[in-house]
């Protein structure tokens, strides 16, 4: 699985994007509230792990999470 920070612009707040090995979009969310869509992507169990990977995580990069 592959994590993007994107920043956002003016008035778009920035966002994450879970992708699978495929490169496919699993889950699109804001910074500031990942629950629901953590949830419905059933990875609501490793939340608090993602979110720090996405503190660390400098805007447009792309790293590779093991869960």
Known sequence: MY???VKG???IPDYVQLRD???TLLAY???DRPEKA???AGLG???EY???MVKELPFGKILKLEL
């Open 38 to 40: 953590l949830q419905k």
């Open 50 to 52: 993602i979110m720090e």
């Open 9 to 11: 612009v003016a008035k």
């Open 29 to 31: 969310f804001r910074v």
């Open 45 to 47: 169990s490793h939340e």
């Open 3 to 5: 994590i993007i920070k």
């Open 21 to 23: 090995d495929q490169f």
